[in-house]
């Protein structure tokens, strides 16, 4: 019979004795020269199978016999390597064994590099290991979006980590593809001990935005994440940095007036929030607690009414002389002082972008699934 028969998964019997851990049986088999290469449907070959289970003498055995093939081939179909398996489960050990050879010993494949795959896990020991081993130059490696290991790290809030990588030289206010920096992925999962350490350790710059212009700010009050807002808010002196508008035209105070936010409204009111700013339905931060825009209109038109008509009146700012269909900022006389011009309250989402229930501007294109998954 074929040592090298395969099941419905492509797997040999080598695949699934080093899966299994049954040592005589792979033993008997590589006595038997089953092939070390051999790859089951998703190109994965017994070395993938090692590193992932924690079989490092059965690595080794089986590095040592593929070195000696021509063009050596260590990718699986979607690029990854042994040692982004070895990586991944934190076996440190096989990580070791792999890093012994030279073919191991750069990142290739998948850009989600091993290195990302320590961290997004929170294992510090195999990302110290790589980086003692590789040089300091990898922590600022980038994937196929754009996000290094310290996105990663401030995605899953590993704070370990994350001061390994900071101890580094880190770039702090890297960007992704989608323009968000690791405190902008931190405060929108609500991530306090990165939020922490990014703001007062390592001085995140938070006048950023993303591709539809939110900051930090806008994220964490977009996700209801009070305590980050607040840590972010104690380091926010720039009253313009307060009223910043993303693409919706919408400030922080909107969105977290929008989902309930007590005390960060509180904060931001205290440090100059602009009341009467109107985002691009013509809404105020006070309209923007209304559950859905019919209703915040409904509340525009009863303002309307219940405001006193006086030329010499100190609210200055409102004009109550008509009400026009075009939507209620004319009839409230919000201007956008920013870009000096009137927002229509049924104008269309700017950049093809779309305002979440929570307040936030994501874009329709956008893949933005980092708030489920990285």
């Excluded at 040592?64 to 979607?78: H, M, R, Y």
């Excluded at 979006?145 to 809030?157: N, Q, S, V």
């Excluded at 700012?317 to 409230?332: H, I, P």
Aim: negative net charge; hydrophobic residues 35%.
């Amino acid at each position: 019979a074929s040592v090298d028969i395969t099941d419905n998964l492509g797997c040999t019997a080598l695949h699934r004795g080093i899966m299994s851990g049954h040592e005589e049986c792979v033993q008997m088999l590589l006595e038997e020269e089953a092939s070390i290469m051999c790859r089951d449907l998703r190109g994965r070959t017994p070395l993938h199978f090692a590193a992932a289970r924690g079989h490092a003498t059965w690595l080794s055995e089986l590095l040592q016999t593929a070195i000696s093939e021509t063009d050596l081939n260590l990718k699986d179909n979607q690029g990854y390597t042994p040692s982004h398996w070895a990586c991944y489960n934190g076996n440190e050990n096989c990580l070791e064994v792999l890093l012994e050879q030279k073919s191991c010993r750069k990142f290739e494949g998948n850009p989600f590099t091993p290195l990302h795959c320590a961290v997004i896990n929170d294992h510090e020991s195999c990302a110290s290991i790589l980086i003692e081993a590789l040089g300091a130059n990898i922590v600022n490696c980038r994937d196929a979006k754009g996000r290094t290991p310290l996105h990663a790290a401030a995605f899953t809030d590993h704070v370990e980590c994350l001061q390994l990588l900071l101890g580094h030289n880190a770039h702090v206010n890297a960007a992704d593809n989608s323009g968000r920096t690791s405190l902008m992925m931190a405060a929108k999962n609500g991530n306090m001990g990165a939020v922490e350490i990014l703001v007062n350790g390592a001085k995140a710059d938070l006048t950023l935005k993303d591709s539809n212009k939110n900051t930090a700010l806008h994220l964490a009050c977009s996700k209801g994440h009070e305590k980050c807002a607040l840590l972010i808010l104690e380091e926010i002196q720039d009253q313009s940095l307060i009223n910043a508008k993303n693409s919706a035209l919408q400030t922080p105070l909107h969105i977290a007036a929008r989902n309930g936010l007590k005390l960060a409204v509180q904060e931001l009111l205290s440090k100059g929030a602009s009341v009467l700013a109107v985002d691009e339905n013509g809404h105020t931060p006070a309209l923007a607690c209304a559950p859905n825009k019919d209703v915040a209109d409904c509340l525009a038109l009863i303002l309307a009414t219940m405001m006193p008509f006086s030329p010499s009146s100190t609210v200055t700012s409102f004009n109550f002389s008509y009400l026009k269909n075009d939507g209620f900022c004319r009839t409230l006389g919000c201007d956008d002082s920013s870009t000096g011009r009137n927002i229509n309250s049924f104008s269309k989402p700017l950049n093809n972008s779309v305002a979440t229930e929570d307040g936030c501007v994501e874009g329709e294109n956008e893949n933005d699934s980092d708030s489920e998954t990285f």
